[in-house]
């Protein structure tokens, strides 16, 4: 009998500590795709072949990421959706798999896009790298949702620490796009090479977990109520980037969060009572901050907003982008241009608007594709309602931050730079397709 015990005993042990292998593991694969995709093609492309606009080096590095999750996937064993398939078809193929399929269309029309293009001859170009980060997404749902949404949440949550740092010492990987003096212009600044509508995006992520956080989820420990203190500090940072895209964004995602939280009854008094010494707390800071060093982000948001836009309109030459690409597809409007032709036919970078880019290059039929992606995903998160609080909290959260981006991306950016579209849109999960598959038949 003791030695029954004993076996029992080892086998449990045995069994916790091959869980915490796995999800050691899971995340640090998690957190190799996210720092991959951070980091992002452009650069990974400079490093390996110096030049930016060959996807290879990417893709390969993805493509080997991949088939290492795909493997570790069969080795665990991990449910590839077997009995729910099965027993679910339609309900997956309506519900679950709808996204997918989209996103699979959309990016295999866009990459097969480059076979009429003027501008393109290779298949491995960004949209085969976008099939790429979307297989990545796939694998991580499919191993451990959870692991990857709390990486995920971590990542960023760090790096806008990081980031926090270097822009309050000004110290650290810190450029400066020197404003004007004579006229009032503020600095604009770049952390780690990355500008000023590339690194807010870090932060509102980080933003968005922690505020999903404290509605959703609750904070319990030390260290979850100290990121409420740093939350507004964060917000500072935001302001300080001068990104009007930001602000809107910032902005729907929060407003997404507080009306689904109230409509879900997770918001309560009680709940906003229990956070509110640290969340002034961080207030405090983050005016103290502003303080000593001569009220920067109070500036930013009043040139940026009141005069850059109420004044001057525009400032930034938007305006010229989004017509050179309104211009490409009224020439070509079923099919689009192909793969690369904006840059090339207009001779700027993007249009910065992520609807007007697949119209230039894709025509109806790539924006069509596109509508669909997003239409299916806001059908699933809204058929989620009824699951689990842990499965919609979770895809509150996702479909937030995609939001977020979206809205982002209609103002900076290219197809690439919505890259976290294609690894968060798959994590988005249904909720009663296990529960439904195992259910036992009445007689």
């Known amino acids: 009998m003791q030695r029954l015990k004993r076996f029992e005993h080892f086998k449990r042990i045995t069994s916790c500590s091959e869980r915490v292998a796995f999800r050691s593991f899971v995340g640090f694969l998690s957190i190799l795709e996210i720092l991959l995709i951070l980091v992002g093609p452009h650069r990974l492309n400079i490093q390996f072949s110096g030049d930016s606009e060959d996807f290879t080096s990417s893709i390969v590095l993805h493509l080997i990421l991949n088939l290492t999750l795909f493997q570790f996937l069969q080795m665990k064993n991990a449910p590839l959706g077997k009995v729910n398939f099965i027993k679910n078809i339609k ?89 004007d003096e004579l006229n009032g212009l503020p600095d604009r600044y770049l952390v780690y090479s990355s500008g000023p509508n590339v690194w807010p995006r870090w932060i509102m992520f980080a933003l968005m977990v922690i505020l999903w956080k404290s509605l959703f989820m609750g904070m319990r420990r030390k260290y979850e109520l100290a990121l409420l203190i740093l939350a507004p500090s964060l ?14 964004a910032f902005t729907v995602s929060c407003a997404i969060l507080l009306i689904v939280a109230k409509q879900a009854r997770y918001l309560n008094s009680l709940m906003i009572k229990n956070f509110r010494f640290q969340f002034l707390l961080g207030i405090l ?4 901050l502003e303080v000593q060093l001569s ?104 479909f937030t931050l995609i939001v977020g981006l979206l809205v982002l991306q209609q103002f900076s950016g290219s197809i690439v730079d919505a890259r976290f579209l294609f690894l968060l849109a798959p994590l988005l999960k249904k909720g009663e397709l296990v529960a439904l598959a195992h259910t036992p038949k009445k007689n």
């Open 295 to 398: 009220f920067p982000a109070t500036k930013m948001f009043i040139f940026r907003v009141f005069d850059l836009t109420l004044n001057q309109k525009s400032g930034s030459g938007r305006r010229d982008f989004l017509s050179s690409g309104l211009e490409i597809y009224s020439n070509n409007k079923i099919f689009g241009a192909g793969e690369g032709s904006y840059s090339q036919i207009s001779g700027l970078d993007y249009p910065h608007n992520i609807f007007v880019e697949i119209l230039a290059e894709g025509g109806i039929v790539g924006f069509v594709l596109l509508v669909l992606i997003l239409l299916s995903i806001t059908r699933l998160y809204l058929h989620s309602r009824e699951s689990s609080k842990w499965n919609f909290s979770a895809n509150t959260l996702v």
């Open 91 to 179: 309900y997956k193929l309506l519900i679950d798999a709808l996204p997918l399929v989209f996103m699979f269309a959309f990016l295999i029309y866009m990459l097969a896009s480059y076979m009429w293009s003027d501008f393109s001859d290779s298949p491995l170009n960004q949209y085969f790298y976008l099939i790429q980060i979307l297989c990545s997404g796939i694998l991580l749902r499919e191993i451990s949702r959870a692991v990857a949404i709390t990486t995920f949440s971590v990542f960023f949550i760090v790096i806008s620490f990081i980031a926090y740092i270097s822009l309050a010492t000004k110290m650290f990987g810190i450029q400066v796009f020197p404003g």
């Open 285 to 288: 800071l983050a005016v103290l």
């Open 235 to 248: 917000v500072w940072l935001l302001v300080l980037s001068g990104s009007r895209g930001i602000y809107l």
